[in-house]
């Protein structure tokens, strides 16, 4: 039975697979359907933002919006007073992206490459954060830094990130640990860097980079984007793999070394959700596969 006319409601562009979103349109036009979808989805003001607590109240004043009148004062009182809230609008955030040969893997060409989808996800970030009027800039790198965007509020800046995320392709080696050294510098007091990278990189020079971050006083955290395939080496025949990066390859049945591959993999990713969290860093794995909405739940609470 059909429903009734009416209640067909599109799906959040959000919950969708990462692929169906990136069907829907150029980058900018994909970002606000799926921040739009989360945004909706928290039943909350997003003018409001995450980082809004309460300040004080003030008398309420003919024209003011009735609701932030705090009811309970006024049962108390008899008085009529607004709810003021104060937004921390001095956060200032960099989004640091990964943008090595790496990056421009896929296990499927029905998914993102995972550089699709850390650009995707940055730019949702970036305009959830100049929502609530936090600064927020950019920095993309493989073996150098090749775009360094000051954090900034100003309107056009996410037009700006977006515009410089949408042109980013994939480059060569990996050096997270210059780009991040290269971020304390941009940002002049404390705030918030967010590294979305496939961690396909020198494990002891980024946790030393990361360390020294959260020295200087900065909120830090770690998205650990990955292909399903990655994580789950598919059975079949023989096969030739080779890094990107590197070069190296090398010839492997997956049905004779499946579980070992299975085994190691957990144990990376085991090892870099313990080494961040020891030094502070917040820490998140984040599959391909994973509609953007949870992604972005798990950017802002992991």
Not at 62 to 91: C, S
Not at 218 to 239: F, I, K, M, S, Y
């Amino acid at each position: 039975m059909m429903p009734p006319a009416g209640t067909l409601r599109a799906p959040r562009p959000d919950l969708l697979q990462p692929a169906e979103v990136a069907r829907l349109g150029g980058l900018e036009v994909v970002t606000e359907g799926i921040v739009e979808g989360f945004l909706a989805g928290l039943h909350r003001s997003p003018r409001r933002g995450f980082s809004v607590e309460f300040a004080e109240h003030r008398q309420y004043q003919p024209g003011d919006d009735p609701r932030y009148v705090d009811w309970k004062l006024l049962g108390r009182t008899d008085r009529l007073y607004l709810k003021q809230f104060e937004e921390e609008t001095n956060l200032r955030a960099m989004l640091v992206v990964d943008a090595s040969a790496s990056m421009a893997w896929r296990g499927d060409p029905q998914r993102l490459t995972k550089l699709d989808y850390a650009t995707r996800l940055a730019a949702a970030l970036a305009m959830v954060l100049l929502r609530q009027r936090d600064a927020t800039g950019l920095v993309t790198f493989d073996e150098t830094v090749r775009t360094m965007l000051p954090a900034r509020v100003r309107a056009g800046q996410w037009p700006m990130l977006a515009t410089a995320l949408a042109a980013t392709g994939p480059g060569q080696g990996t050096a997270a640990a210059v780009a991040l050294t290269q971020v304390v510098g941009a940002l002049r007091r404390r705030g918030m860097v967010v590294l979305i990278s496939d961690l396909l990189l020198d494990r002891d020079l980024t946790l030393k980079a990361l360390r020294f971050l959260r020295h200087r006083g900065h909120q830090v955290l770690v998205l650990h984007v990955a292909d399903p395939a990655e994580l789950d080496l598919a059975r079949g025949d023989e096969t030739r793999f080779r890094d990107p990066e590197s070069g190296k390859a090398v010839t492997l049945a997956p049905s004779d070394w499946g579980d070992a591959y299975r085994e190691t993999v957990r144990g990376v990713v085991r090892a870099w959700g313990t080494a961040c969290r020891a030094a502070g860093v917040r820490y998140a794995l984040v599959p391909t596969d994973l509609p953007f909405g949870p992604a972005l739940q798990r950017a802002l609470t992991a």
